[in-house]
C-alpha cells in the first residue's frame, strides 16, 4: 500500500514567486493535515481536512497560504507571494477517519523542503 | 494550550550505549494522547507508539521502551544497546482527544532532539 506522497520533494524559488506544494494521502483517509518545520524548530499545524472540508485552519499563518482539497483526495497547498520566513519543511500526513471517540494516529510524507531566496 | 518540551537538542552517544531521550508536555485536557516519531535522514516521519492518558503502563518494544509518567508530565523514550541505525531526529508530540465527529485532532510538537550514534 502507498503511503503518503509528497510532490515536490525540494523547491527553491525567489521571494516574490508562487509555489504550489501537493500531498496525495493514503487511499481511504478521510483526514489530511499539513505541517511545516522552519528553521530546526518544532514542527507546527497548518491546517486540518476532513475530506474536502477545512476542520481547522487555525495555524495557517498569513492569507498568502492557500489550502485546497478538491474531492477529498489530495490537497494542494499554494504560497503566495512566497517570503523569506516561509523557507521550511512542509509535511503532509493523513489518518483514517472513525466514528464515536476512536483515535487514529497520521501518517507522515516524506515532506517538502522549500527553500526561498 | 498544549506544549511540549524536548529540553536535548543533540545527544551523542557511541554504539551499544543506552540513551533516553526526554519528553515534557503541559496539557489542561484530561483525554489526551502521546507519540514519538522518528525522523532519519530520508526525511520522512516514521510513527513509533502512541499512548493515551488513561493508560500508564510502560511500554517495551525490542530496544525500544517508553515511561510515561502523568505525576511528572513526562513521557521518556529510552533505547537500549544504540546502533549506528538509531541516529535520527526523534520527535515527541502530544494531541487532544478526537472531535466528537470523530477525526483526530493535530499533533503539537517538540523542537525534536538529534540523536548521533557514533561506531
Known amino acids: 500500500e502507498a503511503g503518503v506522497t509528497q510532490f515536490p520533494s525540494h523547491s527553491v524559488i525567489e521571494k516574490g514567486q508562487t509555489v504550489t506544494l501537493r500531498c496525495d494521502p493514503i487511499?481511504?483517509?478521510?483526514?489530511l493535515y499539513w505541517y511545516r518545520r522552519v528553521m530546526g524548530k518544532e514542527i507546527k499545524f497548518l491546517l486540518h481536512?476532513?475530506?474536502?472540508?477545512?476542520?481547522?485552519e487555525s495555524g495557517m499563518p498569513n492569507n498568502r497560504f492557500l489550502a485546497e482539497r478538491t474531492g477529498g483526495t489530495y490537497s494542494t497547498l499554494k504560497v503566495q507571494p512566497a517570503e523569506l520566513e516561509d523557507s521550511g519543511v512542509y509535511f503532509c500526513?493523513?489518518?483514517?477517519?472513525?466514528?464515536?471517540?476512536?483515535?487514529?494516529?497520521?501518517?507522515f510524507g516524506q515532506g517538502t523542503r522549500l527553500t526561498v531566496v | 494550550a498544549q506544549k511540549v518540551t524536548q529540553a536535548q537538542t543533540e545527544i551523542s552517544v557511541v554504539e551499544k550505549e543506552d540513551v533516553t531521550l526526554d519528553c515534557v508536555y503541559e496539557?489542561?485536557?484530561?483525554?489526551?494522547?502521546l507519540f514519538w516519531y522518528k525522523q532519519p535522514p530520508s526525511g520522512e516521519l516514521v510513527f513509533l507508539i502512541r499512548?493515551?492518558?488513561?493508560?500508564?503502563q510502560n511500554e517495551i518494544s525490542g530496544r525500544y521502551s517508553w515511561n510515561f509518567q502523568k505525576s511528572t508530565s513526562s513521557f521518556n523514550f529510552t533505547i537500549t544497546a544504540s546502533q549506528v541505525v538509531d541516529s535520527a531526529v526523534y520527535f515527541c508530540?502530544?494531541?487532544?482527544?478526537?472531535?466528537?465527529?470523530?477525526?483526530?485532532?493535530?499533533?503539537?510538537f517538540g523542537s525534536g532532539t538529534q540523536l548521533t550514534v557514533l561506531p
Open positions: 500526513a493523513s489518518s483514517q477517519g472513525q466514528g464515536g471517540l476512536v483515535f487514529t494516529e497520521a501518517f
Open positions: 487511499s481511504g483517509h478521510d483526514n
Open positions: 481536512f476532513v475530506k474536502e472540508s477545512k476542520q481547522d
Open positions: 496539557t489542561r485536557d484530561t483525554t489526551y494522547y
Open positions: 499512548r493515551n492518558s488513561f493508560d500508564e
Open positions: 508530540a502530544l494531541s487532544e482527544g478526537p472531535f466528537s465527529s470523530g477525526s483526530a485532532r493535530q499533533l503539537t
